[in-house]
């Protein structure tokens, strides 16, 4: 259907909408029924049969399975069957694991869903783009994203990006207009707003006329169905250490296997165990485990109102060293609240902050009762008098009981709504001046005027009054007497000069001051013109309000800057505001430098290098400028963090290391652009969503160490046994079990794992570090090694003993090597040692070791599987000889810790 040829009122019928009120509920959910949502197809999804088959294609499990089978012909059926059991069991950890991963981040992708507004029984409301129909009606404006294609009904200086479907950057001017022509390109078609767009200028209402794979979007979907599976740096260099620990582990294998045979095992029972050494050696769910790592992490930063949108970014989170944060709604609770009061010479402090309507009146430090002050209590009335806006409440629910409490917002204007607020702290409530006064006219605000009045009538005595509010320097001027000692006294110099010093002492608090007057007026009062309303006023007193900083975010602050992060405000605001909120909120040191947008728009990035570390604060900024920001930023080998929420903040955004946008104010272009987007606005989220990104690095540190420790050891008590013409500490079976109960629950617990108290004490990260850096390598080696020895050491002491028992011996090493790798686990949680965390902090690595400790057990104890695993019970003597032997290289190491710091 070519749209863009049809009048706007054969658009109306033939998508059987109604422009003026829109489809109801009832016939839009129809709609969605019968034509299905609003989204464009997905690939085929693997179905869960293959993805739990594909857990069985890794080499080394396929020739696994062909031993198998060669010990089954050979009638081996106990070990072939059990060895079976256990690759189903692996499999099915793996399945899960994977499984988990992909439902988190299919989560993700629900949570960045865009919304669009539509128009539903004649009411204006946000519905999930998914969930739109053809012939709804659309609204959008500046930064929004086009959800569907849409035939433009009115345009008001509408601009869209095309890129997405043309190619070009350029926006297109867009109209209502019917278009002539045959057959004209997507990027001819001026009326027509399409799915994937965005909206950069101006606004326009339209009718839908295609959803999902019907739009113009769905035509190329095909490019989006094979968008690449996100992929983070470290999958990407773990997956290269796979390649080479594959090939270690091999040689060292096979080089046990060729000294068995040469020390007279028989070729079968070398062959077997070789096999299984190599299965248990090779971490082949490395890369699975950092996958659901990643994505548990993800989910516990959405409960802490960070989306990820970028998986890269979880790893990029840990290296940031400097965030770039807007000043308004994210460092500040963009609600205006009154905090200082000023009338005749007094001044008053008002606690409070927000729009909930509780707080207290002090003077000089005292708390006083609004009772006893009369001026106040006017000042704080024809505050609220001549006022538009009013607070409103809200019920949300919280926490997981679901109790409600009382959300405090303001409808209209947010300076008119903190007078409202100051005037209710004292009880001065909307019904309580309506049932004094009367309003009969209002002269609204003018920009030029730079105030607003209204005239009302006293109801007990029927007395006019105007009252006014504005600009306090404007009303001084227009103001012949002031209330000084609760009484009217004659404006006089000195009086002019006190009120002059109190907005000069209000305005260095960085407060934006709005004056109150007013003058009596007789019921005959007729005027021309507006300042015959608004002059020879009585000035009554100030009001000093500011958007207060949120309460969490100077703790945040320091806790980056202790991180060894550094925090930079950018605002469009006043330069003496934008100091004395950066003071408060200890963003500013004694040596930190303020730049404005004017010096900041005539430096190149180049000269902008050479003073961007002494700069902590930029005012009067304009979004162009963030981009030079965080170019000088990057060349200086920062990697930036940079919050926007508008359109023009998206190459910001984007070019930063980590683009943080709004989730509450953010435009959706900002959100398209971003990695990470904070769904209440809040610095302290950036920070917690750092916090975050370090923890899950270290866990992913943490579990890589103590997999790769334990495969070493595995592998050194078997090449030393070997090489000391030993028999063989452990039979393959005992090597996959082992592999089983130890790798996979305790493994999956670390990336669970609580961030340790010092990780925001630390330095950022380099991003080129080495994953082993920080002596990990070293850890993994050494650990293994005394892993590996203990056991062997364990193997001969009970071999000798019993010279006939060799089963007994292998049960001991068995038992050994899993104790010693499950009291391996606990030191892995911290980079310090076992004694330098609480073990029972992570409750699921606890029951993890447990679990392992249960199976180890049954293998052991229980008769039928004894002779399948070669396991037999052993005596308390020989327990305290596995423990004792176990538990050597935590206090080991542990001691190792203590001489270090002496």
């Known amino acids: 259907m070519k749209w863009y040829e049809r009048e706007i009122k054969d658009v109306e019928q033939m998508t059987r909408s109604h422009f003026s009120n829109g489809l109801t509920e009832e016939e839009a959910n129809k709609r969605l029924k019968q034509f299905g949502y609003n989204k464009l197809d997905e690939g085929e999804k693997v179905p869960a049969i293959f993805l739990f088959l594909a857990q069985f294609k890794d080499f080394m499990v396929i020739v696994l399975l062909v031993a198998t089978l060669i010990s089954g012909l050979l009638g081996e059926y106990i070990d072939a069957i059990t060895i079976i059991l256990i690759v189903l069991l692996n499999g099915v950890l793996g399945f899960i694991q994977e499984r988990k991963a992909e439902k988190s981040l299919a989560a993700l992708k629900e949570l960045s869903a865009p919304q669009m507004t539509v128009l539903r029984k004649g009411e204006w409301t946000k519905v999930p783009s998914i969930e739109v129909v053809v012939g709804d009606i659309v609204k959008f404006t500046s930064g929004d994203r086009i959800g569907a294609d849409i035939r433009i009904i009115e345009a008001k200086g509408l601009r869209i990006e095309e890129s997405a479907l043309t190619g070009e950057s350029v926006p297109v001017q867009k109209t209502e207009a019917v278009l002539s022509g045959s057959d004209l390109s997507v990027g001819d078609q001026e009326n027509m707003a399409f799915m994937g767009t965005m909206v950069t200028q101006g606004s326009g209402i339209g009718v839908i006329v295609a959803t999902g794979m019907k739009t113009e979007m769905g035509k190329i979907a095909h490019l989006l169905q094979s968008a690449e599976t996100l992929v983070t740096p470290l999958q990407r260099k773990l997956e290269q250490l796979g390649k080479i620990l594959i090939l270690v582990a091999l040689l060292l294998t096979a080089l046990v296997v060729v000294i068995g045979v040469y020390q007279g095992h028989d070729i079968y029972t070398m062959f077997l165990a070789g096999v299984s050494l190599a299965v248990a050696a090779i971490p082949e ?182 009252v006014t509010k504005g600009a306090p320097d404007v009303l001084l001027k227009r103001s012949e007497q002031i ?346 949680r911290s980079e310090h040692s076992v004694f330098h965390r609480n073990p029972f902090q992570n409750i699921y690595l606890v029951f993890a070791v447990l679990s392992s400790i249960a199976l180890m057990l049954v293998v052991m104890y229980f008769p039928p599987l004894q002779p399948v695993f070669h396991t037999v019970g052993l005596t308390i003597r020989e327990w305290m000889l596995v423990l004792g032997m176990a538990a050597i290289p935590t206090i080991a190491l542990a001691g190792f810790h203590i001489f270090k710091r002496k």
Not at 401 to 424: C, F, Q, R
Not at 764 to 771: D, W
Request: proline share 4%; glycine share 8%; hydrophobic share 45%.
């Open 483 to 828: 209330l000084w000692e609760e009484r009217k006294q004659p404006l006089s110099p000195q009086r002019e000069a006190a009120v002059v010093g109190a907005i000069d002492q209000l305005a260095s608090q960085a407060l934006r001051t709005i004056a109150i007057a007013y003058k009596e007026i007789d019921k005959q009062f007729n005027y021309t013109s507006e300042s015959m309303v608004e002059d020879k006023l009585t000035f009554i007193g100030l009001q000093g309000m500011i958007d207060p900083p949120r309460p969490e975010v100077k703790a945040s602050i320091i806790e980056c800057r202790d991180a060894g992060i550094k925090t930079i405000m950018i605002t469009g605001d006043h330069i003496i505001t934008a100091q004395a909120i950066a003071k408060q909120l200890n963003i500013l040191p004694a040596h930190g430098k303020i730049m404005d947008g004017t010096t900041l728009a005539k430096m190149s990035v180049t000269d902008l290098e050479e003073v961007v570390d002494d700069i902590y604060v930029y005012a009067r900024v304009s979004p162009e400028h963030k981009l030079k920001i965080v170019k000088a930023l990057q060349a200086k080998g920062h990697i930036v963090a940079m919050t926007g929420d508008g359109v023009n903040d998206a190459p910001a955004i984007k070019a930063a290391n980590i683009g943080v946008a709004m989730g509450i104010t953010g435009t959706d272009v900002a959100k398209e652009a971003s990695s990470l987007v904070l769904s209440d606005d809040n610095f302290a989220t950036i920070k917690a969503a750092i916090n975050e990104g370090r923890n899950i690095y270290d866990n992913i540190r943490k579990f890589i160490r103590y997999m790769l420790a334990s495969n070493v050891g595995e592998i050194l008590v078997m090449l030393f046994a070997m090489m000391l013409g030993m028999p063989l500490p452990l039979v393959a079976i005992q090597i996959l079990w082992i592999n089983l109960v130890t790798d996979g629950l305790p493994a999956m617990a670390l990336g669970l794992d609580q961030a340790e108290n010092d990780v925001m004490k630390r330095k950022p990260r380099h991003p080129m570090e080495s994953v082993f850096a920080r002596g990990l390598a070293w850890k993994i080696v050494s650990r293994g090694f005394m892993i590996g020895v203990v056991t062997l050491v364990a193997f001969w002491l009970t071999l000798n003993q019993n010279p006939d028992d060799l089963m007994r011996a292998q049960s001991v090493a068995f038992a050994t090597l899993v104790m010693a790798q499950l009291i391996h686990v606990f030191d892995c």
């Open 285 to 466: 769910g490395l890369p699975a485990i950092v996958t659901v790592a990643l994505a548990l992490g993800v989910q516990r930063m959405i409960k802490r109102k960070a989306i990820v949108r970028k998986l890269p970014a979880v790893e990029t989170l840990g290296c940031a060293s400097v965030i770039c944060s807007d000043k308004t709604g994210t460092l500040t609770q963009n609600k205006m609240t009154v905090t200082n009061l000023w009338s005749g010479g007094k001044t008053w402090d008002v606690s409070g902050t927000g729009y909930q309507p509780e707080g207290d009146f002090y003077h000089n430090g005292r708390k006083i009762h609004i009772d006893t002050e009369r001026t106040l209590q006017q000042l704080l009335t024809f505050g609220a008098l001549c006022n538009n806006a009013r607070i409103v409440t809200n019920e949300v629910k919280e926490g997981l009981l679901g109790k409600t409490k009382l959300e405090y917002l303001i409808d209209g204007d947010p300076t008119e709504g903190a007078l409202v607020v100051s005037a209710e702290k004292a009880g001065i409530t909307r019904d309580l001046f309506q049932e004094e006064y009367k309003i009969l006219e209002e002269l609204p605000f003018d920009s030029a005027r730079k105030m607003m009045s209204v005239i009302v009538e006293r109801k007990k005595d029927g007395k006019r009054f105007v």
